[in-house]
């Protein structure tokens, strides 16, 4: 079955470390996204990528960074630069735009 | 800039209750709308996708509608029941990225 996974399910940080979320999708979409979920809060976009080896920056960008080297891969990177690292991270793709949404069962990124 | 709104943004309900959630959007070019639920600390599970020249879409209880011209899609909740609990949020797809709602926080009392 297509779908996107996201892995791990839950990680932990210990201050100063980097660490990397994994996004993977078998759907064959051009487009992939990282948002960041605060408890009580929306989503909010870090970063996003409409094609390979090209990626934009979001709302929220500082210390984190990504890499599209693959259509189906779209890690995340939380760098010692994010202050407060400790939030849910949840990865999307979409297709063409008039196709819908898919999303991962999301990373919980605990600092330690 | 699309600005999504919903509202209420929580709802509490006695099971068998029909009940509607209101999704509002400021930027009518869209191509789609979607609508999900979020279970705490999960991802977002797809309910229903409407495309931008459909007026409606039903999936067993669940029918949602879209209104371009006014700004408007409903999601219509049939016969609540306690497992339909959760957080519901439209979701609308614009050229280059997604434009959330601020969710409905809901809640079916047994």
């Known amino acids: 079955d297509g779908g996107i996974t996201q892995s791990p399910k839950y990680l932990f940080r210990k201050e100063g470390q980097n660490v990397t979320l994994s996004c993977e999708q078998n759907?064959?979409?051009?487009?992939m996204y990282w948002y960041r979920q605060d408890p009580g809060q929306g989503l909010r976009l870090i970063y996003y990528?409409?094609?390979?080896?090209?990626?934009q920056k979001g709302d929220i960008a500082e210390g984190y960074s990504v890499s599209r080297e693959k259509k189906e891969s779209f890690p995340l990177t939380v760098t010692s630069a994010q202050k407060n690292p400790t939030a849910f991270y949840l990865c999307?793709?979409?297709?063409?735009?008039?196709?819908?949404?898919?999303f991962g069962q999301g990373t919980r990124l605990t600092v330690v | 800039k699309q600005e999504v709104t919903q509202i209420p943004a929580a709802l509490s309900v006695p099971e068998g209750e029909n009940l509607v959630l209101n999704c509002s959007f400021t930027d009518s070019a869209i191509y789609n709308l979607q609508w999900f639920r979020q279970d705490p600390g999960k991802g977002l599970t797809s309910l229903l996708l409407?495309?931008?020249?459909?007026r409606e879409q039903t999936s067993g209880r669940l029918n949602a509608s879209l209104d371009k011209s006014s700004g408007r899609s409903t999601l219509y909740i049939a016969a609540s029941q306690p497992g339909d609990s959760a957080t519901y949020l439209c979701v609308l797809s614009g050229a280059n990225n997604l434009f959330f709602g601020t969710g409905t926080r809901l809640t079916v009392i047994p």
């Open positions: 759907l064959n979409h051009d487009a």
């Open positions: 409407i495309q931008s020249s459909q």
């Open positions: 999307a793709s979409r297709g063409m735009s008039v196709t819908e949404a898919f």
């Open positions: 990528s409409q094609i390979v080896n090209d990626f």
